[in-house]
Structures are given as structure tokens and as C-alpha cells.
């Protein structure tokens, strides 16, 4: 059974904080991984993609650790408008056709 | 028109009607899907589309009728649906199979809708 399971939260912290995600995944043949934010009310749109150990861009680190199944998301110095839900998502076909598999997701409120 | 639309946003329908989501995609992306999204559920994938070819259909009761006439637009024909099926149907395209992106998709807004 392919599955994605995360942490639903909520994460509540304060501004500048430092927050991270946990994310496993059941297939150890997966190939590609996602990370994608959504707003209350707002279609799904993508923060990172993770196809090697990892990526970073800017505030969010993304690293994965392939032995374990698990993948991670690290966000420094919290904004408010960071608060949102991040999907945690894999795509166990190997990439090649876009068949993505949904986590729950997390939902973080940064608060001044 | 930028990115990914959909129409209608909202629809409400009783169990005997037939009814047609519309999905547009300006980003000149070959590969498209449906998805269903839940309540306290994760998005769940329906239907994959790649060159206007479909190659997914994740077990979708066939009161969903997919349709793809070309690479930029995506239908989703509904009849007889169950109140059950009540959810925020999203589209989304990416660039197609094999180009190795097909992962990072963009979504359009959804349509929010009521089976009574």
C-alpha cells in the first residue's frame, strides 16, 4: 500500500522561529519527492522538490534520507505568512508519470 | 489568463443531474490531472492524462467520466453522483511523462462541489 504519512498538527510558534516537518513514505522505490504548501481555501502549489538528499532555497531546507523512508522540511526564521498546510508528497512510479501520492499534511500558524 | 483555470468554482447538483467540470491550462504543459480533495482526507489523485492519452484511472467510480481533447484542456463529466462525493475537485498540469518533472504540478483553483 502506498502511503505518506505526516505530523497534522498544528505547529503553532512565534515569528523568527525555527519549525520542522516530518514526513515517511511507504515505498522504498520512490524516486521523487515534494514538498507543497497550501492556504486556507487555496489550491496546492509547490515549495520544493527533493530528487537528491536534499535541496534548500532560501528559508526552507529539504532533506531526505532514503534509508529511512523519511523526509524532512526546515524552516528558519518563521514570517507570518508562512502559516499555511505543507503536503508532504511522493511520487512512487519513479517520476516518470506524475502519479503523486498525498500526505495529510502539516498546518503551521506563525503568530506575531 | 495565466496558469491553470477551472469553471465553474462552485456547483451544487442533485443525485439525478449530469453536470461537466471544465479545465484550462495555459502553461503549455502536455500532462493533466484530476484530483479529489476531502475533508480531513488527503488530495486524492483520479485521473492522469499525458499527451491527451489517458494513462491513470486510480479506481474512480465511473459516474466520473474524464475527457481530454487536447493537451491544454480537461473535462470532468459527472451524473448520478452520491452525496458522499461532495469535495473540492482540483485539476493540475506539469510537464508530461518521461520529461522527468512530472511531479511539480500546478494546480488550478478547484471547484467546490455539492451533491444534495
Known amino acids: 500500500r502506498k502511503e505518506v504519512e505526516q505530523d497534522p498538527g498544528p505547529f503553532n510558534v512565534p515569528e523568527g522561529a525555527t519549525v520542522a516537518f516530518n514526513c515517511t513514505y511507504s515505498?522504498?522505490?520512490?524516486?521523487?519527492f515534494f514538498w507543497y504548501r497550501q492556504d486556507c481555501r487555496k489550491e496546492p502549489k509547490l515549495l520544493m522538490s527533493?530528487?537528491?538528499s536534499g535541496n534548500e532555497d532560501g528559508r526552507f531546507t529539504a532533506q531526505l534520507n532514503r534509508a529511512s523512508q523519511y523526509i524532512s522540511l526546515l524552516i528558519r526564521d518563521s514570517k507570518l505568512s508562512d502559516s499555511a498546510t505543507y503536503l508532504c508528497?511522493?511520487?512512487?512510479?519513479?517520476?516518470?508519470?506524475?502519479?503523486?501520492?498525498f500526505g495529510k499534511g502539516t498546518k503551521l500558524s506563525v503568530k506575531p | 489568463e495565466t496558469g491553470v483555470t477551472q469553471t465553474p468554482r462552485h456547483l451544487v447538483m442533485g443525485m439525478t443531474n449530469k453536470k461537466s467540470l471544465k479545465c484550462e491550462q495555459h502553461?503549455?504543459?502536455?500532462?493533466m490531472y484530476w484530483y479529489k480533495q476531502s475533508a480531513k482526507k488527503p488530495l486524492e489523485l483520479m485521473f492522469v492524462?499525458?499527451?491527451?492519452?489517458?494513462?491513470e484511472n486510480n479506481s474512480v467510480p465511473s459516474r466520473f467520466s474524464p475527457e481530454c481533447p487536447n493537451s491544454s484542456h480537461l473535462f470532468l463529466h459527472l451524473h448520478t453522483l452520491q452525496p458522499e462525493d461532495s469535495a473540492l475537485y482540483l485539476c493540475?498540469?506539469?510537464?508530461?511523462?518521461?520529461?522527468?518533472?512530472?511531479?511539480?504540478?500546478?494546480f488550478g483553483p478547484g471547484t467546490r462541489l455539492t451533491v444534495l
Open positions: 493540475a498540469s506539469s510537464q508530461g511523462r518521461g520529461s522527468g518533472r512530472a511531479g511539480e504540478q500546478f
Open positions: 508528497v511522493v511520487n512512487f512510479d519513479g517520476g516518470s508519470q506524475g502519479n503523486l501520492i
Open positions: 492524462y499525458n499527451f491527451k492519452e489517458q494513462t
Open positions: 515505498n522504498s522505490a520512490s524516486q521523487s
Open positions: 527533493v530528487y537528491s
Open positions: 502553461l503549455g504543459h502536455n500532462a
